[in-house]
């Protein structure tokens, strides 16, 4: 992760963000008794679409790469999470919400930890 | 000249700076100044787009450097002025390079493979006039390797190819592809965004 505080906080606000308008619209637009494998695949799939338009105002002004992906990944984990939930019980907006900030706040989390493994020197070994 | 690249960069150009001047410029300079510190004799920058690593460039180099479109040059004139250095920027195809075989020490690049149209072929123009043992030196991002960024950049790479860069290249295996021996990898973000260096074999 970048340890600029500002980078750090842009970070943060990017995903809690995404989460939070991911599980608000899965809990708005998933209902009860829907397949919850079907469920959770559409979900996910809004999730990762307000990733991608959440980072062009984000990543303005707080990175490319380095926002492109992890709120893609919080929005997708935030409508799995939410879409599931909410194909077996009702779920209010608001709460679909409050479910998706933290997944928000953990997807990030994830992604800190997975970068910490990927980043550094790997000399000449395969790679994209 | 790739006309198609040409117009797809031109059409970038007015709101390249809004896009990319703040965010990803302020996160990637720390990188990018230390790459670029690298910088020693004769040296080819390619794709200089607006200008906006120039402020990265070490002070009093001479420097060669080349883009495809002519409205991205035309806005780093005032950053090229600015530079207490010497840039020669130039209109040029990277597929279609003007200078003589061996003709640079360094080439530099900075987020430009995501866009070369043959990525291969690019890096193959820009051995031919690279010294031998002349270093190879970028900044790019690439595809992941690892799900679910894999996928992501996939997806990504359908809507951005359209008026921007790929997200999912190989450039690592595209510059081992194209006869360079690479030095180091080295990942900044994830897998994604990295440094390369390479050397043109002697």
Redesign the interface.
């Known amino acids: 992760m970048?340890s600029r505080l500002y980078?750090v906080l842009?970070d943060l606000a990017a995903n809690i963000v995404a989460g939070l308008v991911a599980g608000w619209l899965c809990a708005l637009v998933i209902s009860t008794g829907w397949n919850m494998f079907l469920a959770m695949l559409l979900a996910m799939a809004i999730g990762?679409l307000v990733g991608?338009v959440l980072f062009f105002p984000?990543?303005?002004?707080?990175?490319?790469?380095?926002?492109?992906?992890p709120i893609?990944?919080s929005g997708?984990l935030a409508g799995m999470v939410v879409g599931m939930y909410a194909a077996m019980m009702p779920v209010s907006g608001s709460l679909g919400a409050l479910y998706g900030a933290v997944c928000g706040l953990v997807g990030i989390v994830t992604?800190w930890v997975?970068?910490v493994g990927?980043?550094?020197?790997?000399?000449?070994?395969?790679?994209? | 000249m790739d006309m198609r690249t040409q117009a797809k960069w031109d059409k970038a150009a007015p709101n390249f700076d809004?896009?990319?001047g703040?965010?990803?410029e302020n996160?990637?300079r720390p990188f990018k100044q230390d790459l670029f510190s690298h910088m020693d004799g004769n040296i080819l920058f390619l794709a200089l787009g607006t200008g906006l690593d120039i402020d990265a460039f070490p002070p009093g180099k001479t420097i060669t450097a080349i883009d495809i479109s002519p409205k991205m040059l035309a806005q780093a004139k005032p950053r090229i002025a600015a530079y207490k250095g010497t840039i020669q920027a130039q209109v040029m195809d990277v597929h279609d390079l003007e200078f003589a075989d061996a003709s640079f020490d360094q080439v530099f690049t900075s987020c430009t493979f995501c866009s070369v149209p043959d990525p291969v072929g690019g890096l193959q123009s820009l051995r031919r006039v690279l010294k031998p043992g002349g270093g190879l030196y970028m900044f790019e991002?690439?595809?992941?390797?690892?799900y679910?960024?894999k996928i992501?950049?996939n997806?990504?790479t359908r809507?951005t190819a359209r008026f921007g860069p790929d997200m999912d290249?190989?450039?690592?295996?595209n510059v081992k592809a194209a006869g360079y021996r690479?030095?180091?990898?080295?990942?900044?973000?994830?897998?994604?965004?990295?440094t390369i260096k390479a050397v043109k074999p002697a």
Do not use: C, Q
């Open positions: 970048d980078f842009g990762m991608l984000f990543g303005i002004f707080f990175g490319a790469m380095e926002i492109m992906l893609m990944f997708m992604v997975a970068n990927l980043r550094g020197v790997r000399g000449m070994e395969r790679g994209n | 809004f896009m990319a703040r965010g990803a996160r990637w991002h690439t595809g992941s390797r690892y679910p960024f992501m950049m997806l990504m809507l290249r190989p450039t690592v295996d690479v030095l180091e990898v080295n990942n900044l973000f994830l897998d994604v965004v990295k």
